[in-house]
Structures are given as C-alpha cells and as structure tokens.
C-alpha cells in the first residue's frame, strides 16, 4: 500500500469543554497526481474501515481509497471516461458498493456519468451516462445517494439552454451565476445504478425555477431528504437572479411525490449570486436527527450557519452560527455522530494567511462542545482554488475523518488533497 506524504501527526490537543482532539497522520494524497488538485468529495464504510476519495484533477477526476480509516492511502487512479469532468460527488450503498459520479461535456450535451464499483474501490467496472434528450442544455453540481433494494438517485442542475447561463468566474474561485435556467432535477436507478430512468423535476418553477444545488441523502428506511438552494427570479425576461434561500423537501415513496418545500434558516439571512462555491449540506446522526448547513452573504460579512430537525425534516430549529463573520467564503459541511451529535466543519480563507480546515462539535441538547479547532496544520495559498467543498465523515462516533484542498507545497502554484482522521474524547 502506498501510504502518501505525511506532514505531520499531531498529538491530541485540549478543547473547550473537556472534549479532546487527536489528530492523525495529515496525509497528502494527492501527491502522485501532476498539475492541480482540488474540490475532494469523501464517503466512508465503517463496516470496513474503508474511506473512499474522489475530486477534480489536472483534467479528469481521480480517486483514491483507505483500507485502515484514513490512516493511510492507497495510490489514486483516473476515474475512467472521467476526461474534463467536475463536480465529483461519492456514495455508499447498504451493500458496500461505491458509487462515483461526475459531470462531463460530451458533444453539445452536459450530463452526470455514475460509475459503479463491487470490490470496495479497486475497480469500477459500471457505468451509466445519464445524457440528456436535449441538446445545448447546461449541467452541473450533481449529487448521489444510495438506498435499500438497489436504490440509486442523483440530483443534478439542469437548464434546457446553456446559452442562457451568464457567469462570473474569479480568477480565484470557482463560478457563480448572474442569470440562467436552472433547476433541480433527480434521476432513479432501481437496478444498482445500471440504468437510470428520466429526469423529475424536484424545484419547483421549471424551466428557469433558479435552483441550483441540491444534496441528499437516504434514511434506513428509504425516506430520501433532499435540501436545495433557490434563487430568487428578478426579471423574468433574462431570468436573473437575486438572492437565494435554502428548502428543504422529502419523499416517503421513492421520489415519486415530494413534501411541500420548507425554508431552512430564513432568519439568518440569504446567500449572494456571486458566491463561487457549493453552498448548503445535509447529514443525519444515529438517531435520524437532520443537520443543514451553508453559509449567507451580506456586503460585509460570509457567515457560517446550522440548523437542526428533529422530526424528519418537518420542522427547523433556529439557525445557530458556526463561524466567524469574515468578508471569505466559509464552506460549511457537517457529518452526524451519535444521538444529538453533529460534526461541523468548514473550509476557510484564513486572512492573512490563507485556507484552513476547520472542525467543532454541536449537541442538541448543549449546543456547542467547543471552540473552533484547526485541523489542517499549514496555510494554503489563497490565490489558489483549493475547491467548491471538502470532505466530511464519520466512521464511528468520536472518530471522523475530513478531507480538503490547498496550495501549500512547493511554489504553492496548485492545490492537493489532504485527508486526516480526528478522534474525539472527554478531556
């Protein structure tokens, strides 16, 4: 096994309210991969101890897999028919297959591919390319999830017109989008993601609703919770955008009806056209507790936020705030623990120094355990894009495993991928 470059193994370091962090080897694994790395995206399979990597390459996705729970890290490989894809999105099937999928351009048309893999990651012999009937439509931001019997389902961006999508791209970012038709649509597969059926339109408003971002994920029961971000139409005309909230929506009968949408956080405020990165996440804790995060813009301020159900979805707590109020992008993500338990992290442009990951604890019932812990242990460079989200897992509760990009090798002219697993314990 090739275990990667360690930068460092950090001893376990004191937090607030008694919890301990014990950061493990920071291993970049990235580092066989030539030209830039960034925008990791991470599933686990604590059956296994296996954690599974995926993110976008010089010009393809790449992938890479641990064995021991991210304590080391097999060399990555090249995702196949993966040339000039982005938006790399990963799951876990209650089987232990892998689903990796992706965003390509072939031709005139932008779709998902998902690929399959049965022997945890050594090999993805499946594929399926989700293209779409239309020609010269616009695709983007896929997400994946995986249910019982065979249950595959991928939301995804999709706009009847590429021509119609105007965006803004900083020389240090990713995109945003000024104007467009964009919708959030969900494809099934009910064969283990061989075939996938047609598009359904979740958000609602098609063919411009001005939604753009939509994770999901499958509760034990089959229940799919999905939360999406919406913008507002200003001008019908040339479908501009305002400013956007985040819904939440859920399907007791295999996406074939959704729940009336419910607004998450409005109070916190809303978040900006310009934002480059993907903004909003969703996870769920042993008991089946829902977290959202994401993060608003205001001229002044990018403020992290989180928000918890406790009933399925049905209803939302009052948005808690998980960062500081820096005019940088804060990248929120979080993983469930035990019963009450959420871990929250974030992706951050630490001025002056640059990107860092981030990582604290909430409770349901005693809010936040601790302070802010750095985890990465160097600065990345911040005119390097380190990518639009990280990775965030929990193996077991107390034991996560994060992943990041950032520039901080060498000429710092690239980013890589970094991963390390944190235990947590009573001080």
């Not at 999901?216 to 919770?225: N, T």
């Not at 995060?293 to 707590?317: C, F, K, M, P, V």
């Amino acid at each position: 096994m090739v275990v990667g470059i360690a930068l460092v193994g950090v001893a376990p370091t004191a937090a607030a309210a008694g919890l301990t962090y014990a950061v493990g080897p920071i291993r970049e694994i990235s580092a066989s991969m030539r030209g830039q790395n960034a925008e990791v995206e991470q599933a686990v399979d604590p059956s296994g101890g296996y954690v599974y990597e995926e993110w976008i390459g010089q010009d393809w996705i790449g992938f890479a897999r641990s064995t021991d729970g991210g304590q080391h890290f097999g060399r990555p490989v090249r995702l196949r028919d993966s040339r000039g894809g982005w938006d790399p999105a990963i799951t876990i099937a209650p089987d232990g297959t892998v689903y990796a999928a992706f965003m390509v351009v072939r031709g005139t048309r932008s779709f998902p591919v998902v690929l399959a893999s049965f022997d945890h990651g050594l090999s993805f012999p499946e594929l399926s390319a989700l293209t779409p009937a239309r020609k010269d439509n616009w695709g983007d931001r896929d997400f994946i999830a995986a249910g019982p019997n065979h249950a595959v389902y991928l939301t995804w961006d999709y706009g009847p017109s590429s021509a119609a999508v105007k965006v803004n791209c900083p020389p240090n970012g990713s995109c945003g989008f000024s104007s467009g038709e964009f919708n959030v649509v969900m494809q099934i597969s009910s064969d283990g993601g061989k075939t996938f059926g047609p598009m359904s339109h979740l958000s609602p408003g098609y063919p411009a609703s001005g939604a753009d971002s939509a994770p999901l994920l499958v509760e034990p029961s089959g229940r799919i919770d999905v939360l999406y971000q919406r913008y507002r139409i200003t001008n019908r005309k040339t479908d501009a955008l305002g400013r956007a909230s985040s819904y939440f929506t859920s399907s007791t009968d295999k996406g074939r009806t959704w729940a009336r949408p419910v607004k998450v956080g409005g109070s916190a405020g809303t978040m900006s056209p310009g934002e480059w990165w993907i903004d909003g996440a969703l996870a769920s804790d042993t008991a089946g507790n829902l977290y959202a995060t994401w993060d608003t813009q205001t001229r002044r301020h990018d403020t992290g936020w989180l928000s918890y159900s406790t009933d399925h979805g049905a209803t939302w707590s009052a948005p808690r705030r998980v960062t500081d109020r820096a005019k940088v992008p804060h990248i929120v993500q979080a993983s469930g623990g035990a019963p009450g338990i959420a871990y929250v992290g974030w992706l951050t442009n630490r001025r002056p120094w640059g990107y860092a990951e981030f990582l604290r604890t909430f409770s349901i019932g005693g809010g936040w355990l601790d302070q802010p812990q750095r985890i990465s242990r160097h600065f990345g460079n911040p005119a390097v894009w380190p990518g639009d989200t990280f990775g965030i897992s929990t193996l077991s509760p107390g034991d996560v495993v994060l992943s990041w990009g950032s520039a901080i090798r060498g000429s710092h002219r690239h980013s890589e991928i970094f991963a390390a697993p944190v235990q947590l314990g009573a001080g």
